[in-house]
């Protein structure tokens, strides 16, 4: 993963709520086999807590619906959610699926580049993020 600018991965955001919900979802034995668990965890890693509060607007959480563009120019909404709440067919994408941990903590304008589990690469950029969903 990337960010063409720097060679550097972007920077990520991630709230308190969403980081600690993350934390348990990876310490769970089911989940934790998840090939995408590891690179979740080193996500959230890197990444810079935030309080609720703080969290800018425009930056993917959890439940955020999210405009991004691939890098044939192909748009895509998508709703970042549990793995228990994924759903291809409405746009709900698992936070353990690649593009699910590559847009997570991401704002408007960022880019990334996620190596996929056949060994392509996705790249992706965030064009927008719409408020939550409800009571998420």
Sequence with gaps: MSNPHSGLPPSLLVSEEDAARLDALLENP???????????????LRARILPAAQMPDDVVRMHSRVDCVDADGTRRTVTLVYPHEADAASGRVSVLAPVG????????GQRIDWPRPDGSTLSLEVAAVHPRDAGA
Excluded at 32 to 39: G, K, S, V
Excluded at 101 to 108: C, F, I, N, R, Y
Aim: charged residues 20%; negative net charge; aromatic residues 4%.
């Design 30 to 44: 089911v989940w934790r086999r998840e090939p995408a668990a590891q690179a979740l965890q080193e996500e959230l």
């Design 101 to 108: 941990s590559a847009l997570l903590g991401l704002s408007v």
